[in-house]
């Protein structure tokens, strides 16, 4: 739970700044085209904007030690490029480990699969590619960082992003089904 908390201060200063630079851009845009803006969509793309920083942080930043005094790990990492060898590897060896990392790798990009229809009203297919595109950065950048390249963490995290939509989608079902039956 340590861990958990540590990464949420981590984070949070990198979600901070990068909210704060998407406001005063949003506002310069705005005031420069004077259009109004939609807080029903603003809202979400600020949410997502932050969960995304977030993510990147832990995930495609250098990994930081603090030691003695705060230093930034850099070179190559470990790459796998066999599917499901991980997820076997700590499946059989290591549960704890396996669960954390099944669990983490979905969860972690659900919010992907659930903020890329919201915003821009695409469909699974979209959504999934997205997804997968964006693991793929992370995992490519990893490379430059001394963090793990693992193919399973790409197949994990498209799998959590599709959970995501089919969440969304569920979630959408349920509101037009209310506003329909408000209606009657």
């Not at 845009?29 to 995304?52: D, W």
């Not at 997968?132 to 793990?148: D, G, P």
């Not at 994990?156 to 089904?177: C, M």
Request: hydrophobic share 55%.
């Amino acid at each position: 739970m340590d861990r958990i908390f540590g990464y949420i201060s981590y984070m949070m200063p990198f979600m901070l700044i990068a909210l704060v630079i998407y406001i005063i851009i949003r506002l310069i845009v705005v005031k420069k085209r004077k259009k109004r803006i939609s807080i029903k969509r603003e809202i979400p793309l600020m949410l997502f904007i932050s969960y995304i920083t977030g993510l990147l942080s832990i995930t495609a930043f250098p990994k930081v030690v603090f030691n003695d005094g705060i230093r930034l790990v850099v070179g190559p990492g470990s790459v796998n490029l066999i599917p499901f060898r991980t997820i076997v590897t700590y499946f059989d060896e290591r549960f704890i480990i396996f669960a954390i990392l099944f669990a983490g790798n979905i969860v972690m990009f659900m919010p992907v699969g659930f903020f890329v229809p919201l915003i821009w009203k695409k469909g699974p297919l979209f959504t999934t590619m997205c997804g997968l595109l964006f693991s793929l950065f992370i995992e490519i950048s990893q490379q430059f960082v001394v963090r793990n390249t693992d193919i399973d963490d790409l197949i994990l995290n498209t799998f959590g992003v599709y959970l995501g939509y089919l969440l969304y989608a569920a979630a959408k079902h349920i509101i037009n089904r209310s506003k329909k039956s408000e209606e009657l």
